[in-house]
């Protein structure tokens, strides 16, 4: 069996390290009696996430890519029901018998030894999990992900600051661009991906590549901001039935809802809490709007007199270049995100002000479509034409058809190795923990 090349394996090494990285720094930054406390019913306590990752790769790695037939003994069987995220709902696992935080590290350290062991040693070996080392970036990506979902735990965790980042750049652009809106002609344009060359740790649910036509439609040139979001506030966007759907409605009201998670009005003005500043809207006001649900972006796009974008709308606004009629990687071309073109990474800690990033906007002139705030889309979650679950169901095809709406354009908490415009996020409509915003679109014929 020949070795992966020298130039695939340091690549794979550098994606897990990198991960690896920001795994530890979120756990380090607070104590454990912090890592183990339950912030929020919606969220694990921050050593589950831990020692959930190095399950991961404990059974999708250790065990799966020795090379050899079949599947080789784990470092923790024994623990493999206690981080099965799909069996033990979040709000019940501080109940189970978890490892504490300094076990729970040492078992990530003992997996990862063994990756690197395998990864130095292995190749395809003709197995499809293996080939151009798809597991490794499945694995990369999957840290990544729990990556994001930690932060998002810091985001609601009570006391002191502990995260410290630089500010975002500033923006020259936007006042320019904030309410403006691009037209994009329609046409047909290749979605999704083959999981080939650049794209080869593409998920299942991106698969295959495929035609789609598209009627034309004017997209925003940028998310919604925050001092757009507080005029609707202040308009009585909350109370005023007329906007909201039935379930919409019914979920604010219930919550006493009335406005995004962290903000509060307090002495004529609002406010937000980001990961334990306060920090007053006006002065974050051309940053997209952050921690709205569907419902609520929704309600503002009715209040605005314009609808959510489609997934498909989304994808074209993002990949597709009408000059040259070719589908690309990224709003800005072929080439793999940088600091200059989106803010990834959790660089910054929050996202930037609209137009702070002009080298990575698409040829329309279509804004921080990568990078930022997650975008909700008015689609449901379904597989592609064509679709076939690898390497198992309960990533994607169990979700399918539910009550799902989909999530686009990764945040300023994503890693560059999952930002990727054909990745496919979604959640409840109920949801606003993450970090999700919205841009607003409308059919062309609504001029």
Same mark, same amino acid.
């Given at each position: ?222 998310? &919604?901001?925050?001092?757009?979001? @507080? +005029? /609707?506030?202040?308009?009585? *966007?909350?109370? $005023? #039935?007329?906007? =909201?759907? %039935? ?64 997934? &498909?709308?989304?994808?074209?606004? @993002? +990949? /597709?270049?009408?000059?040259? *009629?070719?589908? $690309? #990687?990224?709003? =800005?071309? %072929? ?77 300023? *908490? ?34």
């Amino acid at each position: 069996m020949s070795r992966y090349p020298d130039d695939l394996r340091a690549r794979l090494a550098d994606e897990l390290a990198t991960a690896r990285g920001r795994t530890q720094a979120l756990a380090d930054a607070v104590d454990d009696v912090e890592l183990t406390r339950q912030h929020s019913p919606l969220m694990s306590p921050l050593h589950w996430d831990v020692a959930h990752i190095a399950n991961m790769e404990d059974f999708w790695l250790v065990r799966r890519a020795t090379p050899g037939d079949g599947v080789t003994p784990g470092v923790r069987e024994d623990i493999d029901h206690l981080y099965d995220a799909f069996t033990n709902p979040r709000a019940g696992r501080p109940q189970l018998p978890l490892l504490d935080p300094s076990e729970a590290r040492a078992y990530g350290r003992t997996v990862r030894e063994r990756t690197l062991e395998i990864l130095d040693a292995a190749g395809a070996d003709g197995r499809p999990l293996l080939e151009d080392g798809f597991v490794y970036g499945m694995i990369a990506q999957h840290e990544q992900q729990h990556v994001e979902t930690m932060l998002a735990t810091h985001q609601l965790r009570v006391g002191p600051k502990a995260l410290h980042a630089p500010p975002p750049p500033a923006s020259e652009l936007a006042q320019e661009l904030i309410g403006t809106e691009v037209f994009h002609p329609g046409g047909r344009f290749t979605m999704g991906v083959d999981a080939t060359g650049a794209d080869v740790f593409a998920l299942d649910n991106e698969r295959p590549a495929h035609p789609v036509d598209v009627e034309p439609f004017h997209l925003g040139a940028v998310p &919604v901001t925050n001092g757009e979001y @507080a +005029r /609707f506030l202040d308009d009585g *966007g909350y109370s $005023r #039935r007329e906007l =909201w759907s %039935d379930a919409g409605w019914d979920q604010i009201t219930a919550e006493g809802w009335v406005a995004p998670m962290t903000w509060e009005h307090a002495d004529g003005a609002w406010y937000r809490t980001s990961f334990g500043e306060r920090q007053a809207i006006a002065d974050v006001a051309d940053q997209p709007v952050l921690h709205v649900c569907f419902h609520e972006a929704d309600a503002y796009a009715r209040w605005a007199g314009r609808r959510l974008p489609t997934e &498909v709308e989304w994808e074209y606004a @993002a +990949r /597709f270049d009408p000059a040259s *009629g070719e589908t $690309r #990687r990224f709003p =800005w071309g %072929d080439d793999d995100p940088t600091p200059e073109l989106a803010n990834l990474d959790q660089r910054h800690l929050q996202p930037a002000p609209v137009g702070a990033y002009p080298k990575g906007a698409s040829p329309l002139g279509v804004h921080q479509l990568v990078g930022d705030v997650w975008e909700w889309l008015d689609s449901g979650f379904e597989g592609y034409p064509g679709f076939a679950p690898f390497p198992y169901k309960e990533y994607s095809e169990v979700f399918f058809g539910g009550d799902f709406r989909m999530l686009r354009g990764s945040s300023f *908490g994503v890693g560059s190795i999952n930002a990727r415009t054909t990745f496919r996020n979604w959640d409840l409509p109920i949801r606003r923990q993450i970090f999700s915003g919205f841009r607003l679109a409308r059919s062309a014929e609504n001029a």
